[in-house]
């Protein structure tokens, strides 16, 4: 099955900074998401974006479908921005999911 | 609206028992989903369906079963529930084609087998 690869893992940052966030995937797909689980464990979508390049606030995400990699970009962290941010990636009906990238932003 | 909705939100089982989570989502949407997932790991999918009738294994479906009899509700049964079955259980939805297949989650259902 496709596989997905997410990096960093982990990321600290102070309040103010940017930051991008990485998402490889081993197979051609038609659909991809980013989301946001916040320390609550809520899950929220950030984008659909199974290519080309979408932007909403401080959030803006790229995804490159023939090169099978997409890329999270947050502007101006804030502390309400920590959490895991997760790509899901998918061919047909179902999304797999990364293992995430862990944001913690420090005021 | 309200969304996807999922009961129970927490439950404690013993080794042995069986349950059934409820997942139900007003948004008429076609495609569900049942993820799990364990600490500080990401999303696992267990069943999926594009329709009622229609369901499919996902990539750890071992001691789970689905049904969907409805458009709008997609349960997920536990039998003979293992320690290993520890988790929390989020159901998906969402509409099939359009201009996005965006994915809608409920809140979650903490499960804990002892």
């Known amino acids: 099955g496709i596989q997905v690869e997410q990096s960093p893992p982990d990321l600290i940052l102070q309040e103010g900074a940017n930051s991008t966030l990485r998402c490889n995937f081993s197979d051609s797909v038609n659909n991809l998401q980013w989301f946001h689980q916040n320390p609550w464990g809520q899950l929220i979508n950030l984008f659909y974006?199974?290519?080309g390049t979408k932007q909403n606030g401080r959030l803006s995400a790229t995804t490159v479908a023939t090169e099978r990699y997409s890329l999270l970009y947050i502007s101006s962290s804030q502390t309400t921005d920590s959490g895991v941010y997760f790509c899901a990636v998918g061919t047909g009906t179902a999304l797999i999911f990364g293992k995430g990238t862990t944001l913690s932003v420090s005021s | 609206n309200a969304g996807v909705t999922q009961t129970p939100k927490f439950r404690i089982l013993k080794i042995g028992q069986s349950m059934t989570l409820q997942c139900a989502q007003d948004?008429?949407?076609?495609?569900m989903y049942w993820y799990r997932q364990d600490p500080g790991m990401g999303l696992k999918l267990i069943y999926y369906?594009?329709?009622?009738?229609?369901?499919d294994k996902g990539e750890v479906p071992n001691g789970y079963n689905v049904s969907r009899s409805t458009t709008e509700d997609f349960p997920l049964r536990l039998e003979l529930a293992a320690p290993s079955q520890t988790s929390v259980y989020f159901c998906a939805s969402r509409t099939r084609g359009g201009l996005t297949g965006e994915l809608f989650f409920g809140e979650g259902s903490r499960l804990t087998v002892l």
């Open positions: 369906s594009v329709g009622a009738g229609i369901t």
């Open positions: 948004m008429n949407h076609n495609y």
């Open positions: 974006i199974p290519s």
